[in-house]
């Protein structure tokens, strides 16, 4: 299985909701990576956590919130967001880190703050 | 910030002919990847080419490498409607992070 899943596909909240991204991979990659991606623009990264640590936050705000329950699954807690935070939301993984490794991407989750 | 710069922006043509689009970037590198995202949609992985070699191919795709210039080109030939898509470059920064240039449009006109 060289798949990484998404849910949901689609999300809109309102700036006072609090909701959740999943992300899941059965590869056994030991990397998982959360990015931001607004239109016409490339990915940007948010969050890297290697072995179910965190080891990358790229200074984003405290209302993104990601977690790794396990190996296989990587969320993303939403809370009080804002318009400008509309966006392509992607999760990744990798096997390894140390740059030499392909991501595999999932679909995304097209987020919409109301 | 984002390393790598491409150029095009945007490449139009016609189904069968061949696109070519390139990459520059600012520092030194371990490798290069080329990914591409049909609109709206998760990345595809494409090709990796490491800093000690100058020339990849895989299928339709060739991709070239010169590290003095800090530069990088993807060849498609015989592009078909399929190819329809961005293609971003990217490089690594430190040991663990991607960075993806702005991307080209690429557009294959039956």
């Known amino acids: 299985d060289t798949e990484v899943t998404q849910t949901p596909k689609h999300l809109v909240m309102g700036m006072t909701n609090k909701k959740s991204l999943k992300c899941e991979q059965h590869?056994?990659?030991?990397?998982m990576y959360w990015y931001k991606q607004k239109a016409k623009k490339p990915p940007e990264l948010m969050f890297v956590?290697?072995?179910?640590?965190?080891?990358i936050n790229e200074s984003v705000p405290s209302r993104f919130s990601p977690e790794c329950p396990n190996s296989s699954l990587l969320n993303l807690h939403l809370h009080a967001l804002q318009p400008e935070d509309s966006a392509l939301y992607l999760c990744?993984?990798?096997?390894?880190?140390?740059?030499?490794?392909?991501?595999?991407f999932g679909p995304g989750t097209r987020l919409t703050v109301t | 910030s984002q390393q790598g710069e491409e150029d095009p922006q945007a490449l139009s043509i016609q189904e069968g002919e061949n696109a070519t689009m390139n990459c520059s970037y600012k520092?030194?590198?371990?490798?290069l990847q080329w990914y591409r995202q049909n609109s709206g949609r998760g990345l595809v992985h494409l090709i990796l080419?490491?800093?000690?070699?100058r020339e990849k191919h895989s299928g339709r795709l060739r991709v070239t490498l010169d590290t003095s210039k800090k530069s990088s080109s993807l060849l498609i030939t015989a592009s078909r409607a399929a190819d329809t898509a961005s293609y971003f470059c990217?490089?690594?920064?430190?040991?663990?992070?991607?960075?993806f240039g702005q991307g080209t449009r690429l557009t294959i006109n039956p």
């Open positions: 990217a490089t690594t920064q430190g040991a663990q992070k991607l960075v």
């Open positions: 956590y290697s072995y179910e640590k965190l080891s």
């Open positions: 520092t030194s590198i371990n490798n």
């Open positions: 080419i490491r800093s000690n070699e």
């Open positions: 990744a993984s990798s096997p390894g880190l140390l740059g030499g490794y392909e991501q595999y």
């Open positions: 590869m056994g990659h030991r990397a």
